[in-house]
């Protein structure tokens, strides 16, 4: 069951492998960029599974529950629940997130929170959102880096097989 | 009030200067702009590594967000030590870099060449400066991106295909590096390296079993993909084959700088990983990473240094020596396993390789890029006789050959002499035999090129011409960083110094 229940980290393995496999295998540069890039976006889909909390909803403060400031100051202290003896049992064989992510909600004024049901005053942890936004960035900046170079090749050599390449090179 | 926010501004001058060379244009402005900047960069650098000396301890939290939640800039005395390397190096190779630029890139692509110069010390300096893990991939990618950009920028089209390498492997080895910090957060929740190795050697209960969180299998893998991740970077012997062709094809400038910077902060990185965040008791003592450093170190050293030996091209000589080099660096990590006497000198060993081998292949790379300015290749058959017509260049070649064997006087000597006194110091005889031998082999290829240059008739077409020394705006930062090569080695306290402060604080931290 449990292997089941994990199927999104399979997925980016299976994904990982695949990308990894591509670069390695394929001598034709395009091929080798495709490859890199199923490569990349495995893990951005590693990064989005770990953010999930059970039950949780999108990480969005309702209105009137808290100031943003209020909310910043009431979350519990990293430092201070982080695996505690006890907590996180499945949480650590199954590698997700610690429990203390579970408990990140706003904790504003009880009365303002009554407008929303239970299970919503459970967050999704938005920060690997936000850290992979930017592995996303990275990932168009290396391929565009990557494509522009391989058209300089092609005007250079004239190909852009690996293989042709080299000898061009073996030959000049 | 300026002197509170010098850490951000460390990374922040650089950062906004690149789009600005962009906008001016013009390369008669873009390059005193470029200049200016790294030197304000470098004298930054000085003041916060004076403060680190004197013991204050100095953090930055950006934009005022709480270290736990924001971004930290933190600095120990390593840090700032690489800081002072990155930017002194840039603001020597910038002003060389002048009259050859004109030589190697196309003019009408200057003011991008001078932007992707400044972007690339900008990721840079922020690895080292960042106290926050994510943030570390990200000013990763910006030096690695960068990187590639300058060295596409080389001559020859075989820069294409080596940037196209260095892209495909580098972007492996960062990625690896970004999926070991996802792992490594989700068992602790946090990304700040402090506070990370807190937190790693927390206990908790799993299944009615007490474990500390590094033990986890997720903890595990996040380990070996940051290590093998960063030793792709380092370009460690067997990963190295991204490093030869890339430092080759590439414009000379471009060589010096990154040859002296960039692998050097992939070392500082893999400090922290294994000092700071894992400990070295996780990474040396429970999964035995210094023995496959050691072995790997050697590896490099001496296949290294035998291929050096059979480079046709005299940058392709000097990259190969860079593997070997980087094998010494290595090795000297592998020592340091616990709090005695050897460990902190087989790192401070390390330490101060890393400063001074930034100077040796810097000014290596110069002399270089000279010859490149001179002959329009580095080709040892066209380098026949040149020491006639280019004095100064070559006896600079020749004292930075005779700091990369290690000959007394010089600062290779230093390093070598450390790393030694470390091995014996942890009895490890074969292995200080092993350091002393690999040396030869330095003598070997070094002499290659010196017997061409000095023995040899000159070829004709080098006779004829008038000019013959390369000019003043070459010679000079060539010669400070030789200079800066030989004080080092007969005045070495201030290097020793820093780098015994810094291994010390490393394995303090870190046990």
């Known amino acids: 069951m449990m292997l089941l229940g994990l199927y999104n980290y399979w997925i980016a393995i299976v994904l990982m492998m695949t990308g990894f496999y591509t670069v390695i295998s394929r001598g034709n540069l395009i091929k080798k960029l495709i490859g890199l890039n199923i490569f990349q976006v495995s893990v951005f889909l590693l990064y989005i599974s770990m953010g999930k909390v059970e039950d949780g909803t999108a990480p969005i403060v309702l209105a009137g529950s808290s100031q943003g400031q209020e909310l910043r100051s009431e979350l519990p202290s990293p430092g201070s629940s982080a695996a505690p003896i006890g907590q996180s049992k499945e949480n650590l064989s199954a590698g997700a997130e610690l429990a203390d992510t579970n408990e990140i909600r706003p904790r504003g004024n009880p009365e303002n929170l009554s407008v929303t049901t239970p299970s919503s005053q459970r967050y999704s942890n938005p920060l690997p959102h936000v850290l992979i936004l930017t592995a996303i960035v990275v990932g168009v900046a290396t391929t565009s880096v990557g494509l522009a170079l391989i058209v300089r090749i092609k005007e250079a050599y004239g190909t852009i097989e690996d293989e042709e390449i080299l000898q061009e090179d073996a030959q000049s | 009030m300026i002197a509170e926010h010098l850490p951000v501004l460390q990374i922040l001058i650089p950062l906004i200067a690149a789009p600005i060379c962009v906008l001016l244009r013009n390369r008669h402005l873009v390059f005193p702009f470029a200049t200016l900047v790294s030197w304000m960069t470098c004298a930054v650098s000085v003041v916060l590594l004076q403060r680190i000396m004197m013991g204050e301890s100095i953090s930055y939290e950006l934009g005022g967000w ?27 190779v910038l002003p060389f870099g002048r009259e050859l630029l004109l030589r190697e890139v196309p003019t009408e692509k200057h003011y991008l060449f001078y932007s992707a110069f400044l972007l690339c010390m900008t990721g840079l300096l922020g690895i080292t400066i960042t106290g926050d893990f994510f943030n570390v991939f990200v000013f990763l990618e910006i030096s690695s991106l ?140 429970d999964m035995s990473l210094n023995q496959v450093l050691m ?57 101060v390789h890393l400063f001074n081998h930034a100077m040796i292949k810097g000014s290596l790379f110069l002399t270089m890029g000279c010859v490149m300015w001179r002959v329009g290749s580095t080709d040892l058959k066209d380098m026949k006789g040149l020491a006639k017509s280019m004095p100064w260049t070559m006896a600079a070649f020749v004292i930075g050959g005779l700091n990369l064997i ?106």
């Open chain 2, 66 to 92: 709480p270290s736990l939640w924001g971004i930290e800039y933190r600095l120990d005395p390593l840090s700032g030590f690489v800081l002072l390397v990155i930017s002194a190096v840039a603001s020597l």
């Open chain 2, 295 to 351: 072995i790997l170190g050697l590896m490099a050293v001496f296949v290294g240094s035998a291929v050096a030996v059979y480079q046709e091209n005299v940058k392709g000589l000097l990259a190969y020596s860079s593997v070997a080099q980087i094998g010494y660096l290595v090795l000297a990590v592998s020592f340091a396993t616990g709090n005695d006497e050897g460990s902190v000198l087989g790192l401070s060993a390390g330490i």
């Open chain 2, 146 to 285: 960068s990187a590639y950009v300058l060295i596409a920028m080389g001559k020859d089209r075989r820069a294409l295909t080596a940037a196209y390498r260095y892209l495909i492997m580098g972007t492996i080895g960062s990625t690896f590096i970004l999926i070991g910090i996802g792992l490594v957060y989700m068992m602790t929740g946090t990304l700040n390296m402090a506070e990370l190795t807190e937190r790693l050697h927390r206990q908790v209960e799993v299944q009615n079993r007490i474990i500390t969180v590094i033990e986890s299998r997720t903890v595990l893998a996040a380990f070996a993909f940051l290590t093998v991740g960063i030793s792709i970077k380092l370009a460690l012997f067997p990963l190295h084959v991204w490093l030869p062709n890339a430092y080759t094809y590439a414009p000379s400038m471009v060589s010096a700088f990154l040859a002296s910077t960039a692998t050097k902060v992939s070392f500082y990185l893999l400090l922290r990983v294994i000092f700071t965040i894992f400990g070295v008791q996780f990474a040396f003592h």
């Open chain 2, 406 to 511: 290690g000959v007394p006087l010089t600062s290779g000597f230093i390093s070598k002499w450390y790393l030694i006194l470390a091995a014996l110091e942890k009895g490890m005889i074969p292995v200080a035999a092993a350091a002393l031998l690999s040396s030869l082999i330095a003598v070997m290829y070094v002499w290659r090129v010196v017997e061409v240059v000095y023995s040899s008739s000159p070829a004709d077409e080098t006779v004829g011409s008038k000019q013959q020394e390369a000019p003043w705006s070459m010679l000079v930062p060539m010669w400070i960083m030789i200079g800066a090569s030989l004080i080092f080695g007969t005045l070495s306290r201030f290097p020793m110094e820093v780098a015994r402060r810094a291994a010390e604080v490393l394995l303090q931290t870190g046990s």
